[in-house]
């Protein structure tokens, strides 16, 4: 069972998570991080911001969940765009260190498992930030997605580029695409951290933390996970 942690707001949720991350840095500063995207996380990398000051951060290594298929790395929507813009460089992290998977076509079939050797190779995640999408997705782990699988390529469910249409001119502009870390590469992470806030995200909270673990709801691997934290807002945690 997933350790519940109900905070006021993001940004006490932001803190509480920055602190533990901090703490992890101080006491090895070859940490390597699991980083997500979307709007959930952001109130953790704001508060980063401020514990990190005058913290070594050369050596820290940080794998990215997942991008969108097809899209221009330099596009601002990108996901290796926004890990620049609201991780690598408020924070100053080595951006050498920091990899997003590769969405461009060369090479794609096989960097799935090239993108899982080389977290392997970095020794593993130690801390897995997670956010979940309306549908229970977790990283781009769409519905009926396995709870082994690896870093693929996966195809965007309607509701999911209906939710993401926000950052990009209109929804067709949203690619059909992604690559993403899968279930089982989650699960290896040695910690899982998934926050939630708000009500839409409810009911993919009560499924992942209570539900049945079932390949149609992705967040209800983390019952799998010998160490899970979710931190949610009240309204988020209003279907536990
Ligand atoms: C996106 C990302 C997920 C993220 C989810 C929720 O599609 N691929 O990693 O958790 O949607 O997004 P948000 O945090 O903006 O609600």
Not at 31 to 55: C, D, M, Q
Not at 78 to 107: A, C, H, K, M, Q
Not at 185 to 205: D, M, N, Q, S
């Amino acid at each position: 069972m997933a350790e519940i942690v109900i905070v006021q707001d993001k940004a006490v949720a932001g803190a509480l998570v920055a602190d533990h991350i901090a703490g992890l840095i101080r006491s090895n500063p070859e940490t390597v991080l699991g980083l997500a995207t979307g709007s959930t996380p952001l109130p953790v990398y704001e508060a980063l911001r401020s514990r990190l000051e005058g913290v070594d951060l050369s050596r820290v290594r940080g794998f990215a969940l997942d991008e969108y298929v097809g899209i221009d790395p330099a596009h601002p929507e990108s996901y290796r765009s926004v890990i620049t813009r609201e991780v690598v460089e408020p924070l100053g992290l080595n951006p050498s260190l920091i990899r997003t998977p590769d969405g461009t076509p060369e090479g794609i079939e096989h960097h799935g498992e090239e993108y899982d050797a080389a977290i392997r190779d970095a020794g593993g995640i130690d801390l897995q930030i997670l956010g979940i999408g309306t549908d229970g997705h977790i990283g781009f782990n769409e519905p009926g997605s396995s709870f082994s699988s690896i870093t693929r390529v996966k195809t965007l469910t309607e509701q999911t580029r209906r939710d993401n249409a926000r950052f990009f001119d209109s929804i067709d502009d949203v690619p059909m695409h992604c690559i993403t870390q899968g279930l089982g590469t989650i699960l290896r992470a040695r910690h899982l951290v998934l926050l939630a806030f708000g009500e839409g995200k409810a009911a993919a909270v009560a499924g992942a933390v209570e539900g049945p673990l079932s390949a149609s709801l992705p967040g209800s691997a983390i019952q799998l996970h010998p160490h899970a934290t979710v931190v949610v807002d009240e309204a988020a945690a209003s279907q536990l």
